[in-house]
């Protein structure tokens, strides 16, 4: 027993040390922009690491990420029963994005980052229990101010809730090492719909947002394997930037650090 402690031990400090060092530097190959910025946390060992601190500490609107915390709120409201049973009923209107344009389940909504489905969700889980979670998590400002199903959607104002990229790879944190009071129902279907990549030996899980005009780009989630997790928040800015590209510069940072590797 004690030599099987002490391999696991080993092997953590091995990839707190070598794995966390190519992540540093994988991280300054992918984050160049003046206002760009990555954070990504050992799960294991709490260390933190952060590319151009002075703007992963600045706060934004956290666009389509929010949905990872709005599933999970609607989970433990009652309003979500699972990842498969029909979630959003599409109400006729036409919107730009034809993917919406459809009834969905829940892991379809998540998805296709389905606007229409989630402002209905956060109506139906309303003001006072959005508020209650918001507080108990911690969430950026907690300002739902701007609307119950507007509120984390930044407008021509700017106005919205906020939360900065450190803010939220530390919530990420928190919510893996099952530190926030939210159960395991709720965990096990977040699960299912954010996993984003199978890898051959690790999987990443996460979701994309982006911001208005297509000029910032969202990328918050985790990635595992049988030795490993991080917890990560990635925000860039530019012309025609979404959180698909957010999401890229993620991936190329885990794929040279060697703890992911793609599916063939």
Same mark, same amino acid.
């Given at each position: 027993?004690?030599?099987? /402690?002490? *391999?696991?031990?080993?092997?953590?400090?091995?990839?707190?040390?070598? #794995?966390?060092?190519?992540? %540093?530097?994988?991280?300054?190959?992918?984050?160049?922009?003046?206002?760009?910025?990555?954070?990504?946390?050992?799960?294991? /060992? $709490?260390?933190?690491?952060?590319?151009?601190?002075?703007?992963?500490?600045?706060?934004?609107?956290?666009?389509?990420?929010?949905?990872?915390?709005? *599933?999970?709120?609607?989970? =433990?409201?009652? +309003?979500?029963?699972?990842? *498969?049973?029909?979630?959003?009923?599409?109400?006729?209107?036409?919107?730009?994005?034809? +993917?919406?344009?459809? &009834?969905?389940?829940? &892991?379809?909504?998540?998805? /296709?980052?389905?606007? @229409?489905?989630?402002?209905?969700? !956060?109506?139906?889980?309303?003001?006072?229990?959005?508020?209650?979670?918001?507080?108990?998590?911690?969430?950026?400002?907690?300002?739902?101010?701007?609307?119950?199903?507007?509120?984390?959607?930044?407008?021509?104002?700017?106005?919205?809730?906020?939360?900065? @990229?450190?803010?939220?790879?530390?919530?990420?944190?928190?919510?893996?090492?099952?530190?926030? @009071?939210?159960? =395991?129902? $709720?965990?096990?279907?977040?699960?299912?719909?954010?996993?984003?990549?199978?890898?051959?030996?690790?999987?990443?899980? #996460? %979701?994309?947002?982006?911001?208005?005009?297509?000029?910032? #780009?969202?990328?918050?989630?985790?990635?595992?394997?049988?030795?490993?997790?991080?917890?990560? !928040?990635?925000?860039?800015?530019? =012309?025609?930037? $979404? #959180?698909?590209?957010?999401?890229?510069?993620?991936?190329?940072?885990?794929?040279? !650090?060697?703890?992911?590797?793609?599916?063939?």
């Amino acid at each position: 027993m004690k030599i099987k /402690t002490i *391999t696991i031990i080993a092997s953590i400090l091995f990839f707190s040390c070598s #794995g966390g060092n190519k992540l %540093k530097e994988n991280m300054s190959v992918q984050i160049k922009g003046e206002k760009d910025s990555m954070v990504i946390i050992n799960n294991n /060992t $709490s260390e933190e690491m952060i590319v151009n601190e002075e703007y992963a500490n600045k706060a934004s609107s956290p666009q389509s990420t929010f949905k990872i915390w709005n *599933t999970l709120i609607g989970i =433990e409201c009652g +309003e979500i029963v699972s990842s *498969t049973d029909l979630f959003y009923k599409w109400d006729s209107v036409e919107r730009y994005r034809p +993917e919406w344009n459809r &009834n969905m389940n829940l &892991n379809e909504a998540f998805k /296709t980052s389905c606007v @229409p489905a989630y402002q209905n969700l !956060a109506r139906h889980i309303g003001k006072d229990n959005m508020n209650m979670w918001l507080n108990r998590i911690n969430y950026g400002n907690n300002d739902t101010s701007m609307g119950i199903d507007v509120f984390w959607l930044e407008d021509e104002n700017g106005r919205s809730i906020m939360i900065s @990229p450190l803010e939220q790879a530390r919530l990420m944190e928190k919510l893996v090492n099952k530190k926030l @009071p939210f159960g =395991e129902k $709720s965990m096990k279907i977040l699960k299912e719909v954010m996993l984003s990549k199978q890898g051959k030996a690790s999987a990443i899980y #996460g %979701k994309t947002g982006t911001g208005r005009d297509n000029t910032m #780009g969202w990328y918050v989630g985790y990635i595992e394997g049988n030795d490993f997790s991080y917890s990560f !928040a990635c925000r860039i800015y530019g =012309e025609n930037i $979404s #959180g698909k590209d957010a999401q890229a510069k993620v991936e190329a940072v885990f794929s040279s !650090a060697g703890l992911f590797q793609p599916l063939r």
